[in-house]
């Protein structure tokens, strides 16, 4: 099974405060400005104390404590668990965005594995298809079009959806996030390209990025 992808916390941590920001309806108060001191994204990685709860059977990770301490302070009870079928269905749509084919469901209905889930997680992460389901946010927020959108004068960019794929490599491929924040914003600058020079693979990404 591969190994977990630690990057992964940290870029849609910030992927969905920029998001938020970017969805903000129109004459909407202005949100708070962001700094080092205010924004729970930028703050130090810490291990708060898990709150008291009385069903103490119903956890199965630390996360759960803390959701469950809200649902007995609005007096209600935890939904049950959901069957198989619904997991990966669930799952499927959330990483990849499309349903998983009745084999895949039928498989997974069988696999009585203690880890099959976290298994299939992981198979879901290494999909071609995550980085297309989740780039399209980024792309969203950065503008994406392959065509400059005027309605008189409307003209292609033939060549946008190399940026469109740059995005959806670096997700595949766990990219950090400074890393792919850098390459977006001074792409050129990072490969020193001259004119007439060999393009190496590397080179070309970077100027993709760059856009």
């Known amino acids: 099974m591969p ?20 969805l903000l309806p129109a004459g909407a108060p202005a949100a708070p ?18 709150p008291t709860v009385q069903n103490l059977a119903w956890g199965r990770t630390p996360v759960d404590d803390f959701i469950l301490s809200r649902l007995e302070k609005e007096h209600l009870e935890p939904s049950p668990p959901a069957g198989r079928a619904t997991l990966i269905r669930r799952l499927s749509f959330d990483l990849v965005g499309l349903p998983p084919p009745p084999e895949e469901v039928a498989v997974f209905e069988q696999d009585k594995r203690p880890n099959a889930y ?49 995005v959806i490599r670096a997700l595949n ?19 020193g390209y001259k004119t007439g020079g060999d393009i190496t693979p590397d080179i070309l990404d970077k100027l993709i990025a760059t856009h």
């Open 3 to 22: 190994a977990p992808l630690p990057n992964r916390s940290l870029f849609w941590a910030l992927l969905s405060a920029l998001v938020s920001v970017s």
């Open 33 to 50: 400005k962001v700094n080092s001191t205010n924004h729970w994204a930028f703050q130090p990685v810490s291990s708060p104390a898990l």
């Open 118 to 166: 976290e298994i299939l997680v992981e198979r879901l992460l290494a999909s071609p298809r995550y980085g297309e389901r989740w780039g399209q946010h980024w792309l969203d927020v950065a503008g994406y079009s392959d065509s400059n959108g005027y309605f008189d004068a409307d003209s292609d960019r033939p060549y946008a959806w190399r940026y469109r794929d740059y």
């Open 173 to 191: 491929d766990d990219k950090p996030f400074d890393q792919f924040v850098r390459e977006q914003l001074a792409g050129d600058e990072l490969v």
